[in-house]
């Protein structure tokens, strides 16, 4: 190592070897003035140190790591190496990185600066970058508020001093090309911060890192996966993805399925496998919990450090495209859980990034998520809305990522989210709207939908703030679709009641009728309702064992007749019975018991059921699609009503919420006609007791409910009927059955 640094050495020098100076291309490289040129290097671990085929031979500054020459400029070429041998005799050499011009092109600065460079990620990071036919890496940070930053890696024993990069203006933006840097090289960024603390800091546009609990960048090059999926691709940028079925498989990645012994499947078997099993169960999409890179298994993907890469607990990026690819060619859609709202503290990643509130706000009253123990993005600063989206892009274009689910967005939209009064600050006009993150949603939805032709995205967002899911030039914030969060909660409320109480409060079945269009909506079982003490769908049933199964199969029956786009977390669709566990596998055992499988079973024909009728989902966003025949009948606890396609085909939905059969129940129908009984979620080979109405029932010509046409039908108890009508022309009118006492009963 070299000796104290004497106090004769120049400033500028002197501020370089300790790692303090702003501007290193100022003081090393090659610097030519009156034909006469300097050529300095900082090389801490060499002995010796000379300009490889020239005679030029650099010489140690006393007391310093520092090497220089002065001579005729002739005597050294533009693009130089250095040769030298380390302590132990080994010989390295490789070109000088400061003999090289700014690389970064000003009109990316510019637009970068202005919030708008859409595919930062493309000069943003570490990319594989050439000069005069010299290749190596191109690194890149924005870090305005620092005094110094300098790459570090498994190619300069992470030393700091090594290679200082260039500041470029006042852009905020270092950049630094470092020639025969391999692919695969380890790296950070270290940052002096203004105030002259020094950290490791991982890059916020890396696109692969070390698998967890190690935290460095990968170098990765260009991609070379060639993709299979563009008939897929292609006929999803000119589908009408409102009028067609969507049902989606809501999975986490690490406990779906394990190996033998515990670990993660990688991305190409979790392809294979979930691909199967998805197709086979009958849902249209995947929906991923957060895959971005995230520090700790616990927060399930939802505090991600790594906005551009794929975590590497399954495999690496290619993988990844495997995964997505192969799903797209067997027919199902990959959405993308993706947080925009906040991220964690950890000190390695984003927080105070460059010694500042650089990705966050300062005040912690507009900067803390108390309730998550992260930090909130400052969505008025242009580089950092720019950060946002250019990767909810990268996900779209670079991995075909057919949507992203945006997590969290009524804590975005509210300043006093979760805060205590006092504890917010008010927008410019005195309100609770967050200007800023609302003009970022809109962006973000406009940019997408623009660049990305049929890409889905979907708003988790829990209030009653107005046109969540509507076009951006009616004043709405964009979104594709919004969850359906009022609906579930009050479902399943519903269900959780003893059938002995549930005629005081089937309000919370049809209250939601009078919101129900006001957006385009998905109806969400997901994981947040199976974790903390909520228990599982099947524990929340009352009851005894036959009563908690028969009322899950009801429930997903009136899922999949109700307008809206569906999704069922893993393991629901086969009634775990314990809550999810993000550190075990599904109790997969369980489709072993026929109670588990028969729920598996009607969920995969009400998949099938709910993609062939197009009245099942062709108008779920629009009230003409809706109908009900009776919600009045709260003393029975039987709920009754129609869906409709645009070409008049009719299906009517019955349900019937207690344990008691119901025979001779009548109701009004629309159009005379046979109504076969598509589904009966008491069937047998569901588990039920298959009582029903053997295939269907026809109209009898007896006026009910302010209708000419009616239907005598047997309701199996806690249990749901799909019957789909089928005009009859030769079928006798009145084999419904007679106007009997039961019939009347439950009347007009």
Request: aromatic share 12%; net charge negative; with cysteine.
């Amino acid at each position: 190592m070299a000796k104290d640094t004497p106090t004769s050495l120049p400033e500028p020098l002197q501020r370089l070897v300790e790692a303090r100076h702003h501007d290193p291309f100022s003081v090393l490289g090659h610097h030519e003035q009156d034909g006469r040129v300097i050529v300095r290097t900082f090389l801490p671990r060499a002995e010796a140190a000379c300009i490889r085929d020239t005679d030029v031979v650099l010489e140690r500054l006393p007391g310093t790591d520092l090497f220089e020459w002065e001579g005729e400029s002739s005597a050294v070429p533009l693009r130089y190496q250095i040769l030298w041998t380390d302590r132990q005799g080994r010989v390295h050499h490789h070109h000088d990185p400061y003999c090289f011009g700014p690389q970064l092109g000003d009109l990316d600065l510019h637009l970068f600066g202005e919030g708008r460079h859409w595919h930062a990620f493309r000069f943003l990071g570490a990319h594989e970058h050439q000069v005069d036919g010299v290749a190596g890496i191109l690194f890149a940070v924005w870090a305005p508020g620092a005094e110094r930053v300098s790459v570090v890696g498994d190619f300069n024993d992470w030393d700091g001093r090594v290679h200082p990069m260039r500041a470029r203006g006042d852009s905020g933006v270092w950049e630094l090309f470092l020639p025969e840097i391999p692919l695969g090289s380890l790296y950070k960024f270290e940052i002096r911060g203004g105030d002259g603390n020094v950290q490791t800091k991982i890059d916020p546009y890396a696109q692969q890192f070390q698998f967890r609990p190690e935290n460095a960048c990968i170098v990765t090059g260009l991609s070379a996966y060639r993709w299979g999926d563009a008939a897929w691709i292609e006929r999803r940028a000119h589908s009408d993805w409102q009028r067609s079925p969507m049902s989606v498989y809501e999975v986490h990645l690490g406990s779906w399925q394990k190996t033998a012994d515990g670990r993660f499947l990688s991305y190409r078997e979790l392809a294979k496998r979930l691909c199967s099993y998805v197709k086979a169960t009958g849902f249209t999409h995947v929906e991923l919990l957060p895959i971005t890179e995230h520090p700790l298994d616990a927060s399930w993907g939802y505090q991600a450090s790594g906005y551009f890469a794929p975590t590497s607990r399954f495999g690496e990026p290619d993988e990844f495209r495997f995964f997505i690819d192969h799903l797209h060619q067997n027919g199902i859609g990959v959405i993308l859980d993706w947080v925009p709202a906040h991220f964690p503290r950890d000190q390695y990643a984003l927080a105070r990034f460059d010694g500042t509130a650089l990705y966050e706000h300062a005040d912690p009253r507009q900067g803390e998520h108390r309730d998550w123990g992260t930090l909130i993005f400052n969505y008025g600063r242009n580089e950092v809305r720019n950060f946002l989206l250019a990767s909810a892009l990268y996900w779209l274009e670079e991995f075909h990522i057919d949507g992203l689910r945006v997590d969290a967005v009524a804590s975005m939209i509210y300043l006093d989210y979760s805060r205590e009064p006092g504890d917010w600050v008010p927008n410019q006009y005195g309100g609770r709207e967050n200007l800023e993150a609302v003009e970022f949603l809109r962006q973000l939805n406009s940019l997408t939908h623009d660049q990305c032709p049929g890409s889905l995205m979907i708003a988790e967002e829990s209030t009653a703030w107005p046109l969540v899911s509507r076009p951006t030039y009616l004043g709405g914030l964009g979104f594709s679709m919004k969850w359906n969060m009022g609906w579930m909660h009050d479902t399943l409320a519903y269900f959780s009641k003893d059938s002995v109480y549930r005629p005081y409060h089937q309000d919370l079945l049809t209250f939601g009728l009078l919101y129900l269009f006001t957006e385009n909506f998905l109806l969400p079982f997901s994981h947040d309702e199976v974790v903390h003490g909520k228990r599982s769908l099947l524990d929340r049933m009352p009851g005894d064992s036959w009563q908690r199964f028969a009322s899950l199969r009801l429930l997903y029956t009136y899922l999949y007749s109700y307008p809206g786009k569906k999704l069922l977390f893993m393991g629901c669709e086969f009634g775990q019975g314990r809550e999810w566990d993000f550190s075990q596998e599904l109790d997969w055992y369980l489709l072993d018991r026929p109670q588990h499988e028969g729920i598996r079973r009607l969920v995969s024909d009400l998949n099938r059921l709910y993609r062939a009728l197009a009245p099942l989902h062709e108008r779920d966003f629009v009230h003409e699609g809706f109908e009900w025949i009776d919600c009045h009948d709260s003393s029975q606890s039987v709920l009754s009503y129609l869906r409709k396609d645009s070409h008049g085909n009719l299906v009517a939905v019955v349900l019937n919420f207690t344990p008691i059969p119901r025979e001779g129940y009548r109701i009004g129908v629309p159009k005379p006609g046979f109504y076969r009984e598509a589904l009966n979620s008491d069937g047998d080979h569901y588990g039920g007791a298959n009582l029903g109405n053997r295939g269907g029932a026809t109209t009898a010509p007896i006026p009910w409910m302010n209708r000419e046409h009616s239907l005598s039908l047997t309701l199996p108890p806690l249990a749901g009927l799909i019957l789909v009508h089928e005009p009859a022309p030769n079928a006798q009118e009145g084999a419904g059955g007679p106007l009997d006492d039961a019939a009347q009963a439950n009347g007009q």
